[in-house]
């Protein structure tokens, strides 16, 4: 059974940087794709960055030059820097994951493996 565990949220002023962490525990695919998604309140869910397990990243185009994904291979753990945090970065920021799986995609219905989110909030 896979469990996505998500850490780093938290509150910060605008200008500033935050690290979010994702652990996929028990994803035992040599082939993979971890993924960071974000909802704010009132909005559909949209997705932020995504990396596989060749180490091929994707941004969407509201983060690309302020946000960096970045991959611990054996530890099946996700990193997501965000530098530069905008208040409209403001939302929970969820972690997925799916295998067995070449593409890296933030495409949110190719993912089954999902955490259940960290807050994080950008203050102006």
């Known amino acids: 059974q896979v469990q996505v565990v998500e850490f780093g949220g938290g509150l910060v002023q605008a200008g500033g940087s935050l690290r979010l962490s994702c652990t996929a525990s028990?994803?035992?695919?040599?082939?993979?794709?971890m993924g960071w998604f974000r909802q704010a309140p009132g909005k559909e869910r949209e997705g932020v960055a995504a990396?596989?397990?060749?180490?091929?990243?994707v941004y969407a185009d509201s983060v690309k030059g302020r946000f960096s994904i970045s991959l611990e291979n054996a530890e099946k753990t996700v990193y997501l820097q965000m530098n530069g945090l905008k208040p409209e970065d403001t939302a929970m920021y969820y972690c997925?994951?799916?295998?067995?799986?070449?593409?890296?995609?933030?495409?949110?219905?190719?993912?089954?493996?999902w955490g259940q989110g960290t807050q994080v909030t950008v203050s102006s």
């Open positions: 990396i596989n397990s060749d180490g091929m990243p």
């Open positions: 028990g994803l035992t695919f040599a082939t993979y794709a």
């Open positions: 997925a994951a799916e295998g067995p799986i070449c593409v890296v995609t933030i495409w949110e219905d190719h993912y089954n493996f």
